[in-house]
């Protein structure tokens, strides 16, 4: 085994040492807690998302057996670990170890990539697995070009089938990757379009990603009505506060180090200098930029995520590695000076944001009225404290006789839901019931059919947290329930000896009848 290689690895070691403390010190965050709830009922689709983080999350908790954060997000620290690896691969085969030494520090700094689906649980988490996995198999087609030897691309053709049609039931990106294909054949290989093993691949990548769309069919396809009110231009006018936050976004997600040094290598191969690994690089730029720039145009309309464009920088990283290598080719240090301060950086992204999450006294919010709103921090603090205290206070209920052994919890949007699904609702045992607006319910519109229906005279919480205060509450529950407690219980919860939020738990009784039972 070369040296290189055994670099890597270590460094993939290392990471994911470091990743598991840290997986266990922080609470799960709202997405996260989200995905967790799928994972309760596997299905062909979600409302929101495709599969296979449901999946990948039952698998890593041993169906559901499992239930520590470590455990929820172990699937995104193998996933990033396995993706530093291939992009290793990758780029050893375009130029060398070297530089694929450098695609790994430089994924490793880069905090979408081992931080955002790095470590927190995402569909992102194994859609960079098999996204780069489609690279990699993509690499070697360019790579058996040049060898002249159609035969031996069949293999390549269907794993790059089954491989993009995976990283489709992550995520509906992993589209890009088939028409970076379609780009790269247009402009370059017209070979490809008479190779039937190419549309073979694509046959493969269609029944995968088939049950998608007969879930959604099947769903009158709420999940594209869901996607297209956040993507669709309804009209012309331009939003550039959306566009310089995508922008700014951007810059952060992937370590201001490592976006600046992607842009840079982008410059140098406009200028042409890498023509030993042109094939190689046009490849990439199709696969890449495309995301990229259709993520830009949409920022200048609608808001929209930056972790969405995560896979094309990522994969960017390979650019900015070969620039890298070009620089310090005659330098006998084992890593650039420039990646020691992205590692710098990282580092104390990770130190910093588990010491605020956990100590920081009181909120980071300047809200005085709803104590703690817009503070993110408090989606990942507080929630198994606040499950104990909820747990005491339910058998108080119950043994004063205020509140039945069948009482819900009431839930009328996804966050706070999924967080009282796993913090609150494991120790309580109070399953949640969803009443509302679709649109804000998520996935919780589709799980009340799993769960025993609300019967005239039920009981029920409703927990109203202060950083996610909804307006219209408690009024909206006296259309299912007789009687609603116009002052609720407050509980109140302290971050280094300060207040940081308030959960006010309003206590409805007499269930009337859903309008549809009525």
């Not at 689709?45 to 997000?73: C, G, K, M």
């Not at 690994?277 to 990439?284: A, G, N």
């Amino acid at each position: 085994m070369s040296n290189y290689k055994k670099y890597v690895l270590l460094l993939i070691g290392i990471s994911f040492l470091i990743k598991l403390i840290i997986a266990q010190l922080i609470g799960l965050g709202n997405d996260e807690v989200y995905y967790w709830t799928y994972a309760l009922h596997l299905d062909w689709n979600y409302f929101d998302h495709p599969p296979f983080v449901a999946w990948l999350i039952r698998a890593t908790t041993l169906n559901l057996s499992l239930h520590q954060e470590l455990f929820v997000r172990f699937g995104a620290l193998l996933s990033s670990g396995l993706s530093t690896w291939l992009i290793f691969q990758i780029v050893s085969i375009i130029k060398d170890e070297r530089t694929g030494w450098y695609a790994a520090l430089l994924f490793t700094t880069s905090i979408y990539s081992s931080i955002i689906a790095g470590l927190f649980i995402l569909p992102d988490s194994p859609q960079a697995l098999f996204w780069f996995w489609g690279i990699l198999l993509l690499v070697k087609l360019v790579q058996n070009d040049s060898k002249d030897d159609p035969s031996s691309s069949i293999k390549w053709w269907l794993w790059f089938g089954l491989t993009s049609g995976l990283c489709i039931l992550c995520k509906i990106h992993g589209a890009f990757l088939w028409l970076g294909v379609g780009f790269y054949t247009v402009l370059f290989a017209h070979s490809w379009l008479r190779n039937p093993w190419m549309y073979l691949g694509g046959v493969v990548t269609l029944v995968l990603a088939s049950p998608i769309i007969i879930w959604n069919f099947q769903h009158d396809f709420i999940t594209y009505t869901f996607h297209s009110s956040r993507v669709v231009l309804h009209d012309h006018s331009l939003n550039f506060l959306s566009f310089f936050r995508e922008i700014f976004g951007q810059i952060f997600y992937n370590n201001p180090i490592n976006f600046f040094l992607i842009w840079i290598g982008v410059w140098y191969v406009i200028k042409n200098r890498y023509s030993a690994q042109q094939s190689y690089i046009r490849l990439l730029l199709c696969c890449f930029l495309p995301l990229i720039f259709t993520l830009l145009f949409l920022a200048l309309f609608r808001d929209t995520l930056p972790h969405w464009s995560g896979p094309a920088y990522s994969g960017l990283l390979i650019l900015a590695a070969l620039r890298l290598s070009a620089i310090n080719q005659d330098s006998p240090r084992l890593a650039p000076q420039v990646l020691r301060y992205s590692f710098a950086l990282i580092i104390v992204v990770l130190i910093a944001g588990v010491a605020v999450v956990n100590f920081y006294p009181g909120t980071l919010s300047s809200d005085k009225v709803h104590i703690g709103n817009g503070d993110p921090t408090l989606d990942m603090y507080g929630w198994d404290q606040f499950g104990s205290q909820m747990d005491s206070l339910y058998r108080a209920d119950k043994d004063s006789g205020k509140m039945p052994l069948n009482s819900r919890l009431i839930i009328s949007k996804w966050f706070p839901a999924a967080h009282l699904d796993y913090y609150v609702s494991s120790k309580t045992h109070l399953s949640t019931y969803a009443l509302g607006n679709p649109f804000d319910l998520h996935q919780y519109l589709l799980t009340n059919h799993f769960k025993q229906p609300l019967r005239q005279g039920d009981c029920a919480y409703f927990i109203q947290p202060s950083n996610a205060y909804q307006d219209g509450f408690p009024d909206f529950f006296r259309t299912y329930f007789d009687e609603v407690n116009e002052q609720p219980i407050l509980l109140k919860q302290y971050r280094g000896g300060k207040v940081c939020r308030e959960f006010a738990v309003f206590v409805l009784k007499s269930f009337k009848a859903s309008p549809s039972q009525r």
